[in-house]
């Protein structure tokens, strides 16, 4: 396959990006790219720069990662969950890559993230209760990519579906 077009993964936290993501780029043959991960490795832990920058800190990292990764090709990209919802960012990765958003069902969601006190959105009294009101929030937005269905799943078997679906 060739290496001209970069595959984003996008979609709800816990819904399987990151691995599924190291499955597909290994199939592939890809380089494989965790947005969140490289801002963490830049600026600390996410938690962290929310405190201190907020989440419009937090996006103005997400773009420049955006911006850098735009630029390159054969990469399999697991995006922070909002990335591909904000217009700068998926104005520079979307006419390089293939876009899948993976979906799961809000309990599933809670059951795979765990602490949800770790996860600056979810740090909150009702974490299923603010998971389905972001899911509502999100939901056109992730409508507008190709999606795959996590529940029920192995991240074998939701790699497989990626690929089906994508005709590799």
Not at 7 to 19: A, D, E, H, R
Request: charged share 30%; proline share 5%; aromatic share 4%.
């Amino acid at each position: 396959m060739g290496l001209e077009r970069n595959l984003v993964l996008t979609g709800f936290m816990g819904t399987g990006k990151t691995t599924v993501g190291r499955i597909l780029a290994d199939r592939l043959g890809y380089g494989f790219v965790d947005t969140d991960e490289v801002i963490e490795s830049r600026a600390g832990p996410i938690p962290e720069i929310f405190e201190r920058a907020g989440e419009p800190g937090f996006r103005e990292l997400e773009r420049a990662v955006a911006r850098e990764l735009a630029g390159r090709t054969g990469l399999v990209i697991a995006t922070g969950g909002r990335m591909m919802l904000d217009a700068p960012c998926s104005a520079r990765l979307e006419p390089v890559a293939w876009v899948v958003c993976l979906t799961a069902h809000p309990d599933t969601i809670i059951e795979r993230i765990g602490d949800t006190a770790q996860r600056p959105l979810l740090d909150v009294a009702d974490a299923r209760a603010r998971v389905r009101e972001l899911l509502a929030e999100r939901a056109e937005g992730y409508a507008r990519f190709a999606s795959v269905e996590t529940d029920g799943r192995s991240p074998d078997e939701v790699a497989d579906a990626v690929m089906s679906l994508l005709g590799i």
